[in-house]
Every structure is written in structure tokens, then in C-alpha cells.
């Protein structure tokens, strides 16, 4: 069992930045994928990134793509999503999950948490 908790959601400007966190509880965080995932009101669910268990692949939806990057530090057991340039469209609530393959697919994903709100004003 993995529970995840993120944090670093708020309030920010569009052109502004904020990084969210990620952590997980237990002792196999490496052996997961983690990925990033954001849910606007009335919208589906949508993949923002994911990044492999050891950290050397990762991928970007086009919508978040060079604006956006996800990292992770093993150690600490933390997933970390940095948000620059932000857009109002950036507004929902971003989820982190865990899971065996790294994929862009939410369903494959077993682990999730709770979720984090990012507001962004125009």
C-alpha cells in the first residue's frame, strides 16, 4: 500500500511559477512511476507528466511542454512537479499517482492522492 500526499498548490499570476510535491509513504517508492494529473471543474481527468521509477525517462503532455517539468529525489520519497509560465487555463486541482509502468494512461495508475488546488488568475 503507498499513500501519497501533495502539496504546494495556491493562488498565483499568470507568468508565475509554483512547485508541487509529492510525497510517498513506504519503502519502494523507486520501483513506482509517478505521474502528474490535473482535473478542472466540469473537465476530464488529464495527464500533465510521469516520470520512471529510476527517474531517467520522463514525459509532457503538449499542453505543459517546456513549461512544465517533473522530477523525483528517491531519498526523500518525493515527486515534484515545477509549474513556470503559468496559464490561467492551468487551473485545476493536480493529483500525483503511483504505479508499476510509466504511462500517460490514468487507469493504469493504483496509487492516488488526494489532490492539491492551483488557482491562476489572469
Known amino acids: 500500500q503507498v499513500q501519497l500526499v501533495e502539496s504546494g498548490g495556491g493562488l498565483v499570476q499568470a507568468g508565475g511559477s509554483l512547485r508541487l510535491s509529492c510525497v510517498a509513504s513506504?519503502?519502494?517508492?523507486?520501483?513506482?512511476?509517478m505521474g502528474w494529473f490535473r482535473q478542472a471543474p466540469g473537465k476530464e481527468r488529464e495527464f500533465v507528466a510521469a516520470?520512471?521509477?529510476?527517474?531517467?525517462?520522463?514525459a509532457h503532455s503538449d499542453s505543459v511542454k517546456g513549461r512544465f517539468t517533473i522530477s523525483r529525489d528517491n531519498g526523500k520519497n518525493t515527486v515534484y512537479l515545477q509549474m513556470n509560465s503559468l496559464k490561467p487555463e492551468d487551473t485545476a486541482v493536480y493529483h500525483c499517482?503511483?504505479?508499476?509502468?510509466?504511462?500517460?494512461?490514468?487507469?493504469?495508475?493504483?496509487?492516488w492522492g488526494q489532490g492539491t488546488q492551483v488557482t491562476v488568475s489572469s
Open positions: 499517482a503511483a504505479g508499476a509502468i510509466m504511462t500517460t494512461t490514468a487507469s493504469v495508475y493504483k496509487y
Open positions: 516520470i520512471s521509477g529510476s527517474g531517467a525517462r520522463t
Open positions: 513506504g519503502r519502494t517508492f523507486s520501483s513506482y512511476a
